[in-house]
T-cell receptor, first 113, second 114 residues
Framework: DAGVIQSPRHEVTEMGQEVTLRCKPISGHDYLFWYRQTMMRGLELLIYFNNNVPIDDSGMPEDRFSAKMPNASFSTLKIQPSEPRDSAVYFC???????????FGQGTRLTVV | AQTVTQSQPEMSVQEAETVTLSCTYDTSESDYYLFWYKQPPSRQMILVIRQEAYKQQNATENRFSVNFQKAAKSFSLKISDSQLGDAAMYFCAYKPGANSKLTFGKGITLSVRP
């Protein structure tokens, strides 16, 4: 398996623009997670899905952030409008069952200028 | 709420020596899982080792082992025969058995001196 695939690897955008991050989980995994990593706050869980259904979105910082999982092989995290403080590395991860470890993608480094 | 604390921001070890990275956690759950992840400069998050709370035996994976002290809520990682490739950030993580919410500590930067 190719592992969790995220795109793009790097994204630079201007403040106010819409940003969409994409994730393809490992085939057969039924949990999908979105994390944000910054120097100040470390790794924060933003939202996670089980069988394509959002289970916990309490980590989503603001209404500007939204996430979808239209099917088992694809998820998006959207920021609209983006702000400089959204600059971070965003990770997607997936796992097979609630008791197993999560496998991470290589992350998207987002820079909002 | 569960918390994971890694109090040491940085550590350094001589190549071939042994180093121990500390982690404590706070939970009222009895069923949970603990993990150590490694993040090298490539930023890929790599699972190093996992421990189920119900298991008394400490987990080991080659040069990596843990010291799991359930009563003290302590979960340290020991790296033996350190190698240059071990240089990375290491994150301790907690997951309750009832759900999949994985909570990370702040991480520790490990450097390996040749």
């Amino acid at each position: 398996d190719a592992g969790v695939i995220q795109s793009p690897r790097h994204e630079v955008t201007e403040m106010g623009q819409e940003v969409t991050l994409r994730c393809k989980p490992i085939s057969g995994h039924d949990y999908l997670f979105w994390y944000r990593q910054t120097m100040m706050r470390g790794l924060e869980l933003l939202i996670y899905f089980n069988n394509n259904v959002p289970i916990d979105d309490s980590g989503m910082p603001e209404d500007r952030f939204s996430a979808k999982m239209p099917n088992a092989s694809f998820s998006t995290l959207k920021i609209q409008p983006s702000e400089p403080r959204d600059s971070a590395v965003y990770f997607c991860a997936s796992s097979y069952y609630r008791n197993t470890e999560a496998f991470f993608g290589q992350g998207t480094r987002l820079t909002v200028v | 709420a569960q918390t994971v604390t890694q109090s040491q921001p940085e550590m350094s070890v001589q190549e071939a020596e042994t180093v121990t990275l500390s982690c404590t956690y706070d939970t009222s759950e009895s069923d949970y899982y603990l993990f150590w992840y490694k993040q090298p400069p490539s930023r890929q998050m790599i699972l190093v080792i996992r421990q189920e709370a119900y298991k008394q035996q400490n987990a080991t994976e080659n040069r990596f082992s843990v010291n799991f002290q359930k009563a003290a809520k302590s979960f340290s990682l020991k790296i033996s025969d350190s190698q240059l490739g071990d240089a990375a950030m290491y994150f301790c993580a907690y997951k309750p058995g009832a759900n999949s919410k994985l909570t990370f500590g702040k991480g520790i930067t490990l450097s390996v001196r040749p």
